[in-house]
């Protein structure tokens, strides 16, 4: 967008977002006008390679033809018509989803945390039909599951705000990688261990496998469901369509989001044949959820990810991109898998300062904890991508010392 298309400026756009916004985000000084590919424009022309892409959304690039030509072709055909009905997008999207993972059924949602919100329903009511009065959910400390009232209290360091309480009942947390204490977690009343195969919001942690073959083995022996929350590492991230699929362990339910839509807003619950049937008419529902326009982008964004080529590629770039990362000063560690990295920095180096100093640079990262960087870059990037992203990082580590 040009200047000259624009209504308002950049101070002007600050001034009426701090009198009307919300105050729930602190918002980088950055004013975004267009994207493409792995590349954003800010309002005064500057150029940025995006290395966040909307938190894992944007995984095919900003605005990737295939999925505007879909979104365009059917926007113009049909755009709502409510669940009352049947649309043909979400009939295919469903068969797709649930054959490329689980097999099983599918349930839409508009969002990440409405997906899991579907979950916990499925695992609350599976554990009612073995007779348990009161259902218990046991996440790992640390796990981001979303911000709706069922998914915040298996949210731990945010369910903790006590001046959003009280939380749902049943919501227990044992340490992340801890497979002795899941163990002695799950029990007669655990309807689900629900948890994120790489831990995202809160630094890039993957879950190892023998706390994986923990989960799995405790929800076997206990009746209970073992949810997979795939919303940020699903959809190609990790260089296979699903996390789990590099695991030892299958879940009976996962949960997407965020790279499926390809920037519209769109969630699933996929349930294996275990769990498909929990839920009857009137358990669930939602107005706009699996509409055409959304379910059309994520059918165009599974056509483009859902490919051994590009999946390889995932997986060699990351190799390659923590490769380049862990020869830089400054540099204590990398975590992750595939395109979902997370970037621990040297004592003493400040995570926050790096990331506005790359931003300034037009380098777009994300900062989860004070001693870390998250990246995650679209999965169509080259490894001049690549290069330029890691010759940028350390250039600004020169301007920060480790203790
Ligand atoms: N689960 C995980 C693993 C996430 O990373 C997120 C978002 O960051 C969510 C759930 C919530 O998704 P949404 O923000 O779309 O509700």
Redesign the pocket.
Known sequence: MSEATREIGFEQAQALEERYLMRTYKRAPVDFVRGEGPLLWDAAGKRYLDFLTG??VCSVGHCHPHVLKAVHEQSHRLVHVSNLFYTEPMARLAERLAESSLGGRVFFSN????A?ECAIKIARKHAHGRGVAAPEIVSFESD????TYG?LSATPALAANEALGPMLPGFRTVPRNDAEALRAAVGEKTAAVLI?PIQ??SGVFPITDEALLAARAACDEAGALLIF?E???GVGRTGSLWAYEQTPVRPDVI?S??ALGGGFPI?ACIAGPGAADVLEPGDHGSTFAGGPVATAAALAVLEIVDDPVLLRHVRELGAYLREKLEALDGVAETRGRGLMVGVGLEEGIDAAGLGADLLERGLVVNVPRPDTLRLLPPLVIDSDHVDLAVGLIGEALLGFSAV
């Open positions: 938190i894992s969002s990440g945390t409405e899991n981001f599951h979303g911000r998914a994120e995202g919001e929350d919303i940020q590492t949960t989001a965020k969630g």
